[in-house]
């Protein structure tokens, strides 16, 4: 069975573009959570849809948005990238509201912006 | 509101000495607790969970939880040490109306030979 998938590994943009960020889930799973792992600053929570719905919101700009597709598969849009956008995005999948489903984790996109 | 602390940002042991990693959460009903390594460059990897019943937890890699209700803590242990333990470990909660998973800080294991 396929795991978490994201793509692309790396990207690198300019200051001032937008970032495109994809996410395909396990099979069967209805919730992604989007991730932003700066360095020294763990994991931050970004996103979490969950049939085809944005369900909660970390404390990120408006500039930072995202969508799930019928499939499940999730797009992260960066937007008026900053320097300080520079991190791992990660994405995780899970059963929606299962008693004690944990979170499955892509390999993430490294973004670097220059 | 859910929060994750992590009070140790990094701790180096001896290989073949025990580990314990600290974990404290922050939540207003039962929590379902996480505990993830995270190697280098890599996503995370679920080591173990806990939501009900037993409240010592075995996990992968011979690691376990126990979790402490009293003191809010899930930490992690491990009795034995391998060099290929090292890596970054990740503390979660989950759980409340937004349902999202909130993780601590991380904790960075280093093993001496």
């Known amino acids: 069975e396929a795991g978490v998938t994201q793509s692309p590994t790396h990207l690198i943009k300019t200051r001032g573009q937008q970032a495109t960020l994809r996410c395909s889930p396990i099979?069967?799973?209805?919730?992604v959570y989007w991730y932003q792992q700066a360095l020294g600053l763990g994991l931050q929570f970004l996103l979490w849809?969950?049939?085809?719905?944005?369900?909660n919101r970390g404390n990120f700009p408006p500039r930072f948005s995202g969508r799930q597709f019928p499939n499940y598969s999730s797009e992260l849009n960066v937007n008026a990238l900053e320097l300080e956008d520079s991190a791992l995005y990660l994405c995780?999948?899970?059963?929606?509201?299962?008693?004690?489903?944990?979170?499955?984790f892509g390999q993430g996109t490294r973004l670097t912006v220059v | 509101a859910q929060s994750v602390t992590q009070p140790d940002i990094h701790i180096t042991v001896s290989e073949g000495a025990s580990l314990e990693l600290r974990c404290n959460y922050s939540?207003?009903?039962?929590?379902?607790l996480f505990w993830y390594v995270q190697s280098p460059g890599q996503g995370l990897q679920l080591l173990l969970k806990?939501?009900?019943?037993?409240?010592l937890v075995q996990g992968i890699k011979g690691f376990e939880a126990e979790f402490k209700r009293s003191q809010s803590s899930f930490n992690l242990r491990k009795p034995s040490v391998h060099w290929s333990d090292a890596a970054e470990y990740f503390c979660?909660?989950?759980?409340?109306?937004?349902?999202?998973?909130?993780f601590g800080k991380g904790t960075r294991l280093l093993v001496k030979p």
């Open positions: 979660a909660v989950s759980g409340g109306q937004g349902f999202s998973f909130i």
């Open positions: 849809y969950d049939e085809g719905e944005e369900r």
């Open positions: 939540y207003g009903a039962t929590p379902y």
């Open positions: 995780a999948s899970s059963l929606r509201f299962r008693v004690g489903s944990e979170a499955f």
């Open positions: 806990y939501f009900s019943g037993d409240t």
């Open positions: 099979s069967g799973h209805t919730s």
